[in-house]
């Protein structure tokens, strides 16, 4: 699928939680295993764009953490609904929102702790380094919704972080 071309400003919109959106974007994909490289392209270049256009603050652990999100995701997507997916991405001065829609019906879930386990560790890494996580059923597929803190605090702490 070709990119959409969605870009957010200043004054396109707050979030539910009165946040400022700083910079928005979307992209579409036939989603196969070399679509990944390319969703974790758009995150980076997304992130690299709302700081040389917004000035956007984004630490290297953030940018880091967004392209693994997205990269487990799209995997998942691959893996269980191939076939086209939508990524959609929202920023504020504080957070990442990385929502991915796809068309399969099957909601994901974390597998029980097993450290035998070889592989399908991909969304307990996601929910381990997520601020929120969420899936919502869709007239067609799913949509999944995470947030990701883009500061670190004084100590190299995760912003915002719940998990410790």
């Known amino acids: 699928m070709e990119r959409l071309l969605v870009r957010g400003t200043l004054e396109q919109g707050r979030r ?6 700083v910079a928005r ?3 579409g994909y036939e989603m196969t ?13 997304f992130l690299a764009d709302a700081h040389s256009r917004h000035g956007l603050e984004v630490s290297d652990r953030a940018a ?8 487990e995701l799209a995997t ?4 269980y609904a191939p076939g086209p997916c939508l990524l959609d991405l929202e920023a504020t001065e504080d957070s990442l ?13 974390a597998s029980p702790a097993d450290p035998a386990r070889v592989g ?4 307990e890494l996601v929910l381990m380094v997520c601020q929120s996580f969420s899936v919502h059923r869709e007239p067609v597929g799913k949509r999944v919704r995470v947030r990701i803190s883009l500061r670190d605090d004084p100590s190299g702490d995760p912003a915002g972080s719940t998990v410790g």
Do not use: Y
């Open 33 to 45: 295993s070399g679509e990944i490289a390319r969703s974790r392209a758009f995150v980076r270049d």
């Open 97 to 109: 929102d990385i929502v991915m829609w796809d068309s399969g019906a099957v909601l994901p879930a």
């Open 25 to 27: 974007d979307s992209a």
């Open 16 to 21: 539910e939680t009165g946040a400022t959106v």
């Open 120 to 123: 399908r560790h991909g969304l």
């Open 64 to 71: 880091d953490v967004a392209q693994l999100v997205v990269s």
């Open 76 to 79: 998942n997507v691959c893996k």
